[in-house]
């Protein structure tokens, strides 16, 4: 577990009110509610914050969870830049989206949803948190190290172990003799 | 199939009942307001979406009451001590009651969806005919109020004053079931959000907080239906609908068709769910009683890899192998109670939990007890439980397959331990003969009292002539190059170089299907009970290979699958 980052709970809550708004934007279209032109704002301020929520952050510390799916939109949501990694900018944006939302009935709930979104997004900003892309972990092997490049210092055979200690004062006599000439490569 | 059904049949059944009364429910109420002659001028405003919102409300109100019982926990244990005398599958059953508590809330958020949609177009329809959109009929229904020997059927009475855009919206901000129907929607959609896997696994504590909401969830259920909006007619036999609906002329001036009079239901929530409140509520105080429980520490002992063991005495404290305790530490935080597997056997006179370091409350605990100076009590502890989980019956099979998997292998030690003592005794209550211990995971720094734990206990056994009782298996799922290097070279010891254990650990995941092969080989007739702690996606594949190698012949070997809930 470890230290709350809120910005996962806002994500999930922003991403769920995208939904409403959408679902209640539909429902207000194909109904052809009184101001329906609010309804289709809805309906596209919805698809909206679906796509921009929809890649989840990495966390800080721990294992991150990616959506299935979600890398492309990860890829999309990342070439923003610090518009969408700042999680202030998604608090005001997403307090300015559910707005319109507001002023008709089959869009309020998702509107109200949104808003509680965009406080949790607040908090989690000023807690110092910000947006990072879970990608693909590269394959962190390491270079081989320097010392297989070389030949071998004391190659085998080797003498028993007890014996090794008492050769190894004298370095030209205990090395092992090459048929070849060894060199190093640099 | 028949495999399948003896593994998975019970819970099937259960969810079989559960969703016919569901369907049942809403198909009943869905005509019961689409046929019925009182909701006829009800219908002629609101169409269908006055039975797609009705059906949906009582499925609501049976989910509803639902959704409390299978989190009182001290009920669940109750009622599974009532069903010692039933069959293994009855009580397998109570662990899954968290599946269902799940099940159950997506079917209220599903419910929620259907009836909020079809609420709102009834509010736009009822808004319509009220401005006079629609035909005579309409007009002169919407039209009644309660002057002049009429009662309303249109709740919406406001015309002119407010723009007819916004009716709807000051309609349902300022009537009983719309401000209480927005709220506890709004207290849903916070609780779904914050309970998804991701955030339930990640930060419990914002999970458990948020799924506090219940309580305005609750007092708003039982409040919603209140102000009686849906109305019915009351006069449907002085007044005929299907000879006066073109008469609204006459409506009040011929004998036939007096003015249709409308009464709103009553409020019929609470009723279905007043029973299960009252039982959470019994539920919480009975935590609260065990809260204030005098609990004594025992011992409190540093472990290697900041795990914590804490052995607790308390009076009247009976526990069983496998079960696990809520802890609550006021010192930490008044609300939060956690769960922890004990790790000590019933014959034992104490009870113990190992606790690892993991998130914000096991931090704040450890480091308490490591302020603590040298045989000092620790600060108070709350204690609830035991709980009881399937790993009781481990001693009711003759042979088991245990399987732990990371932090899982907890309630094994206890199993473990309990074996044992009843070894040493020669209780005739053990029916066990052989047990396969697996133990997956990453890495075993973590876990290091366990190993200590089992070197112990192989140590005795062998003393005992007992070796082959416990056939045990490390699997180390996180190894790399210099592991295998240190591994090859101490091939030869006679103990592990992982666990010091005499039985040697294996490398990557088991391949169960040998594994299930192989216990079927070596027991040709017994029950094997396979018990999990682990990961949900092994539960899956551990519950599959017990189907497939389960005999329906009751002379063979079988299998049953058993797994514990965190």
């Known amino acids: ?186 | 199939m028949g495999n399948k059904i003896i593994n998975i049949g019970f819970s099937a059944f259960i969810i079989f009942v559960w969703m016919a009364i569901n369907i049942f429910l809403f198909v009943w109420y869905y005509f019961y307001y689409d046929l019925r002659p009182e909701f006829f001028y009800t219908r002629h405003l609101l169409g269908a979406a006055l039975a797609w919102a009705r059906a949906p409300a009582a499925v609501l109100n049976f989910n509803c009451m639902l959704i409390l019982l299978p989190v009182c926990r001290n009920l669940l244990s109750l009622i599974r001590g009532s069903l010692m005398c039933c069959s293994r599958t009855m009580r397998k059953q109570m662990d899954k009651n968290l599946t269902f508590h799940k099940l159950v809330a997506y079917m209220i958020a599903l419910m929620t969806a259907v009836h909020m949609i079809a609420h709102l177009l009834n509010l736009e329809w009822y808004n319509n005919s009220r401005q006079g959109m629609y035909d005579d009929l309409s007009n002169a229904l919407s039209d009644m109020e309660d002057t002049d020997n009429t009662t309303y059927l249109n709740p919406i009475r406001t015309t002119s004053s407010i723009h007819p855009q916004q009716i709807p919206t000051y309609f349902a901000f300022t009537s009983i079931a719309g401000i209480t129907g927005v709220i506890i929607t709004l207290a849903l959609i916070l609780i779904i959000t914050s309970s998804m896997e991701f955030i339930r696994r990640s930060y419990f504590e914002v999970f458990w907080y948020t799924h506090h909401l219940f309580v305005i969830f609750f007092a708003g259920l039982v409040i919603h239906g209140i102000g009686g909006i849906v109305r019915r007619q009351s006069n449907v036999d002085d007044h005929n609908f299907t000879f006066c609906r073109n008469l609204t002329e006459d409506w009040g001036k011929i004998p036939e068709c007096p003015h249709p009079r409308f009464v709103g239901g009553p409020a019929a929530t609470w009723w279905w769910v007043i029973g299960p409140m009252i039982i959470y509520t019994c539920e919480r105080l009975l935590r609260l009683i065990r809260y204030a429980q005098k609990v004594q520490y025992r011992k409190i002992v540093m472990r290697p890899s900041k795990v914590l063991e804490l052995q607790l005495v308390k009076k009247g404290f009976k526990m069983e192998v496998g079960q696990y305790v809520f802890l609550n530490c006021p010192a930490i935080s008044q609300l939060e109670w956690h769960p922890f597997t004990m790790t000590s056997a019933p014959e034992e006179d104490f009870f113990s939990v190992h606790i690892r370091s993991a998130g914000d409350w096991t931090d704040k605990l450890i480091e308490i007890m490591q302020k603590l100076p040298e045989g000092a009590q620790g600060p108070k502890m709350g204690v609830d439980g035991p709980f009881g989980t399937a790993s009781e019956d481990v001693f009711d099979y003759e042979v088991s397959m245990l399987v732990g998997a990371g932090i899982g292998v907890t309630p094994f030690a206890s199993i473990l331990k309990s074996i044992w003592y009843k070894f040493k005794d020669n209780n005739p209550k053990l029916h066990t003969r052989k047990i396969y211990f697996y133990w997956l995971c990453r890495e075993t720094h973590a876990f290091e009292w366990f190993a200590d734990l089992l070197q112990g206990q192989e140590k005795e056994m062998e003393e005992r002539g007992l070796g082959d009782l416990l056939t045990f298996k490390l699997f180390l799922t996180g190894w790399d190059e210099s592991h295998t290097n240190h591994v090859m070279v101490h091939f030869d010891e006679d103990t592990d170089v992982v666990t010091g254990l005499k039985q040697k650990t294996h490398y990557g995941r088991p391949n169960w299907d040998k594994e299930f092969e192989q216990v079927r080989k070596e027991n040709p007739t017994a029950t094997v009970g396979t018990f999990l702690c682990g990961p949900a996606a092994l539960a899956t594949v551990l519950e599959k290979k017990c189907a497939k190698y389960s005999d329906v012949d009751p002379r063979k070997t079988k299998f049953y699958f058993n797994k514990e809930n965190f």
């Open chain 1, 1 to 186: 577990m470890g230290k709350i980052e809120w910005a996962m709970w806002a994500n999930e809550q922003a991403l769920a009110s995208g939904l409403i708004l959408l679902t209640g934007g539909i429902v207000g279209v194909a109904g052809q509610f009184r101001g329906w032109e609010f309804a289709a704002y809805a309906v596209a301020a919805g698809v909206f914050v679906c796509l921009l929520e929809y890649p989840r952050s990495k966390r800080a510390k721990g294992t991150s969870m990616e959506r299935s799916g979600q890398y492309c939109f990860t890829v999309c949501v990342k070439s923003f830049g610090p518009l969408t990694r700042n999680y202030y900018v998604r608090a005001f944006l997403h307090a300015g989206i559910c707005v319109p939302g507001g002023f008709m009935l089959a869009t309020v709930l998702g509107c109200v949803c949104l808003a509680i979104a965009s406080l949790i997004y607040l908090a989690a900003a000023i807690r110092g948190e910000h947006w990072e892309p879970i990608l693909p972990r590269k394959d962190s092997r390491k270079p081989v190290a320097e010392s297989i490049k070389n030949p071998p210092q004391n190659p085998p055979p080797r003498p028993p172990p007890e014996t090794r200690r008492k050769q190894a004062k004298d370095v030209e006599a205990a090395a092992y003799d090459n048929p070849m000439t060894v060199t190093d490569d640099e």
